[in-house]
């Protein structure tokens, strides 16, 4: 679907702040291996991802001079992980050829991150088969290993990596099974949403709404705010496209006004455009028009118009049509 520091001050503050651990105050430096990545863990989930990357590098060094292999392997994995996130994947493949190296299939929390760091790196470089491939492997690794929270990982990103619809909602369902039986509850919220996701490519928006609403549930439970304005905006953009234009405004209205605030120009955009649709659909095309040339200008703010080009051409073909008339 359509606050930062400065890198050396970031560093600075992370190497003089001080973490409590089991009641005693500790600096950066004498922590374990093992409370590094678990540290490393807490930013990632954070979306602090730069934090994230510089305690992992912390955790490897640590890990290395404790002889301790499997968080040296889930280290170097999580490592090449940030870097892929933050578009310095060259130097992120050097970190998990070296996790790959050090990988031993004995160790199950290593093997396991290296595998869905692998996969993730063979995903965004567009080698789907490769990543499907990789995903079922740890999907059934984690399943035998009782890797629970992994193998959800697994299902969740098969279903991202297939091609074909009817596999998508296979996997996305196997997925929402494990993590219901399982109590992983966190992640229903994406399990629900890209099961929507799924359906609503298919056409079948009645099930995208009902899957919309559930990930919204969940998301509203475990996930940070970003997510649950999401949530909300899926839900407004499907009673849209469902024609159901009153509902669709009244959810797209405070989403709106929320990504305002946020000053978050993609959800600003995809908001108006949704919701100049909704109005252009009861027979407000004036306001509607406006609404959707403002999504157009938050969407060149927000880069689509070299990072999403087919938004981009859309938004404004629709533009010229709508002048038309």
């Known amino acids: 679907m359509r606050f930062f520091l400065n890198g050396l001050l970031a560093i600075a503050l992370l190497l003089a702040v001080e973490l409590k651990v089991r009641g005693t105050t500790m600096t950066s430096e004498d922590l374990t291996a093992a409370s590094l990545l678990q540290e490393g863990d807490t930013a990632f989930q954070s979306r602090d991802y730069e934090r994230a990357l510089i305690i992992y590098q912390k955790a490897v060094t640590s890990a290395k001079e404790e002889f301790n292999r499997p968080v040296e392997v889930e280290g170097l994995s999580q490592v090449a992980r940030m870097m892929l996130l933050t578009n310095r994947v060259e130097s992120g493949k050097v970190y998990l050829e070296e996790a790959r190296q050090r990988a031993n299939q004995s160790d199950s929390m290593g093997w396991s991150r290296y595998l ?5 790196f ?25 890797l629970w929270a992994r ?17 998508q909602i296979a996997w996305g ?78 959810w797209l ?13 993609d959800m600003i955009g995809q ?19 406006a609404l959707v040339k403002r999504a157009r200008d938050e969407y060149k703010i927000a880069g689509y118009e070299q990072n999403a080009p087919d938004i981009w051409n859309n938004i404004n073909s629709r533009i010229i049509a709508l002048e038309k008339k």
């Open 122 to 146: 063979e995903w965004k470089e567009g080698s789907l088969k490769a990543a499907r491939a990789t995903f079922e492997e740890m999907y059934d690794y984690c399943s035998t290993s009782q």
């Open 253 to 265: 209205r405070p989403v709106l006004a929320w990504a305002e605030r946020l000053e978050d120009h």
């Open 173 to 250: 369902k196997k997925g929402i099974g494990i993590a219901e039986a399982r109590e992983t509850m966190q992640w229903l919220g994406p399990l629900w949403n890209n099961l929507a996701g799924s359906y609503f490519e298919t056409k079948e928006y009645d099930s995208a709404l009902e899957c919309y609403l559930k990930a919204r549930d969940y998301h509203w439970r475990f996930s940070d705010e970003r997510a649950k304005l999401v949530a909300d905006y899926h839900i407004g953009m499907t009673y849209r496209v469902l024609r159901e234009y009153e509902e669709a405004r009244k």
């Open 151 to 167: 193998a959800v990982d697994a299902a969740h990103m098969v279903a991202i990596v297939s091609e074909q619809p009817e596999e």
């Open 271 to 289: 908001s108006c455009e949704d919701l100049g649709e909704a109005e252009i659909g009861l027979g407000n095309r004036p306001n509607g028009l």
């Open 116 to 120: 869905g760091v692998r996969g993730r």
